[in-house]
């Protein structure tokens, strides 16, 4: 299937744990994106890379490093565990001068 | 920067009746209007979508519109359905923003039986 998927699906972890959400998208696509969605619903972009780029990197705390090892693939990685952080984290994907987003299925992450 | 503002947070419509959200931009320079849908559990998925040159799209049940004088755009769905009960998005795309989306913040459509 094409798609975005996004893996774990929940991941529970305690406060100060150091914790990873993969992403990988199949169609082809060169821009990915990790967005943050709290418990109101708010949508809240964090990062864009394109072609393995940075290209937005929006106000989030240092404890937040995305890392992209080929354009298919979109990794978060999270140090220092805070409540805060607990959310529904997506990744999705775009290609470059088109405004379509694919967006995975999401990760719950909560930290207790 | 552009703001994007959507209204209502939560509309209740009786089944078969028509849905209506609003959402108004701050920059008058945005030029593409997205909405997405965002059934639970699920990522937002686009569904439909305007650009600036065009003031009312449709596909079957759904239909945007946009007012560039006022700076607001639409969603309208008829005939609702209890499969249309999800989370909707607006977005707006200002130019020069790398094809960012400013998001709104969400509209909880119910449906009742």
């Known amino acids: 299937d094409t798609a975005v998927s996004q893996t774990p699906k929940y991941l529970v972890t305690q406060m100060g744990n150091d914790k990873s959400i993969k992403c990988e998208q199949n169609?082809?696509?060169?821009?990915m994106y990790w967005y943050k969605q709290d418990s109101k619903k708010f949508l809240k972009i964090m990062f864009s890379?394109?072609?393995?780029?940075?290209?937005i990197n929006e106000t989030v705390p240092n404890r937040f490093s995305p890392k992209s090892p080929d354009k298919a693939h979109l990794n978060l990685h999270i140090n220092s565990l805070e409540l805060g952080d607990s959310a529904v984290y997506f990744c999705?994907?775009?290609?470059?001068?088109?405004?379509?987003?694919?967006f995975g299925s999401g990760t719950r992450l909560t930290v207790v | 920067g552009e703001n994007v503002e959507q209204h209502p947070s939560t509309l209740s419509v009786q089944e078969g009746d028509s849905a209506v959200i609003k959402c108004t931009y701050s920059?008058?320079?945005?030029?593409?209007f997205p909405w997405y849908k965002q059934e639970l559990g699920k990522g937002p998925q686009l569904i439909i979508d305007?650009?600036?040159n065009v003031g009312e799209k449709k596909d079957q049940r759904i239909a945007v519109t946009l007012n560039k004088t006022a700076k607001h755009f639409s969603l309208h769905i008829t005939e609702t359905q209890p499969e249309d009960s999800a989370v909707y998005f607006c977005?707006?795309?200002?130019?020069?923003?790398?094809?960012?989306?400013?998001w709104g913040a969400g509209t909880k459509l119910i449906i009742k039986p």
């Open positions: 977005a707006a795309s200002p130019p020069g923003s790398n094809y960012q989306l400013i």
């Open positions: 305007i650009r600036s």
């Open positions: 999705a994907s775009s290609l470059q001068g088109d405004y379509g987003y694919t």
């Open positions: 890379y394109n072609n393995k780029e940075l290209i």
């Open positions: 920059d008058s320079a945005s030029n593409y």
């Open positions: 169609l082809g696509h060169d821009t």
